[in-house]
């Protein structure tokens, strides 16, 4: 059965945004990309909540025509265009690139998604995060620790009833400073 991968950067201190929704401190380099695409390659799908995926679908559908876009940038491109999407939204009406619409987290639905063939699921978004969670359906973390601190913003984790136990399978530091911590359920 496949997974439910939380994978989210988010700062020192917690946020995966400003309050602005700022996202200009997420140190990404080639390293870290290429990384991203390593990891990204053998999953099944990605779980996205509407504003990540109007975000994603309003720049990599084409970043890979720039000539001034990098390697593993335009290398991306092609993974996202590539992946099945689902996208997690009331609102939306359309999605492209290989993208089904769900309205709602059904915990059964998800079931159902996690049993279908395929490699793993990649979950992100802080609201459609904090929903998956609430209905405990995530089965690991992949949390990129940038280094620096934004003082205020989104969290990643919203507040929670209790704790939530989880084993630390492994970290990584990458040259730009970011810290990858990975957790399993």
Same mark, same amino acid.
């Not at 001034?68 to 689902?86: L, N, Q, S």
């Given at each position: 059965?496949?997974k439910?991968?939380?994978?989210?950067?988010?700062?020192?201190?917690?946020?995966?945004?400003?309050?602005?929704?700022?996202?200009?401190?997420?140190?990404v380099?080639?390293?870290?990309?290429?990384?991203?695409?390593?990891?990204?390659?053998?999953?099944?799908?990605?779980?996205?909540?509407?504003?990540?995926?109007?975000?994603?679908?309003?720049?990599?559908?084409?970043? %890979? /025509?720039?000539p001034?876009?990098?390697g &593993?940038?335009?290398?991306?491109? !092609?993974?996202w265009?590539?992946? =099945?999407?689902y996208?997690?939204?009331?609102?939306?009406?359309?999605?492209?690139?290989?993208?089904?619409?769900?309205?709602?987290?059904?915990?059964?639905?998800?079931?159902?998604?996690?049993?279908?063939?395929?490699?793993?699921?990649?979950?992100?978004?802080?609201?459609?995060?904090?929903?998956?969670?609430?209905?405990?359906l995530? %089965? /690991?973390?992949?949390?990129?620790?940038? &280094?620096?601190?934004?003082?205020? !913003?989104?969290?990643?984790?919203? =507040?929670?009833?209790?704790?939530?136990?989880?084993?630390l399978?492994?970290?990584?530091a990458?040259?730009?400073?970011?810290?990858l911590?990975?957790y399993?359920r």
């Amino acid at each position: 059965m496949r997974k439910i991968i939380l994978m989210m950067s988010m700062s020192l201190d917690g946020f995966i945004e400003g309050p602005e929704r700022q996202i200009d401190w997420h140190l990404v380099d080639d390293e870290l990309h290429r990384h991203f695409n390593e990891e990204l390659r053998s999953f099944g799908g990605f779980l996205n909540g509407r504003v990540t995926y109007e975000l994603m679908a309003g720049f990599w559908p084409t970043a %890979d /025509a720039d000539p001034e876009i990098t390697g &593993p940038m335009a290398e991306f491109a !092609g993974i996202w265009r590539d992946m =099945p999407k689902y996208v997690y939204s009331r609102t939306l009406r359309e999605a492209g690139w290989n993208s089904t619409i769900v309205r709602d987290v059904v915990p059964s639905e998800v079931a159902a998604i996690k049993a279908a063939p395929g490699g793993d699921l990649a979950l992100s978004g802080a609201d459609l995060a904090a929903e998956f969670l609430r209905h405990d359906l995530v %089965d /690991a973390y992949r949390i990129y620790v940038h &280094p620096v601190r934004i003082g205020r !913003g989104k969290p990643l984790f919203p =507040p929670v009833g209790g704790p939530a136990p989880l084993r630390l399978e492994g970290t990584h530091a990458f040259g730009n400073g970011v810290v990858l911590l990975r957790y399993a359920r």
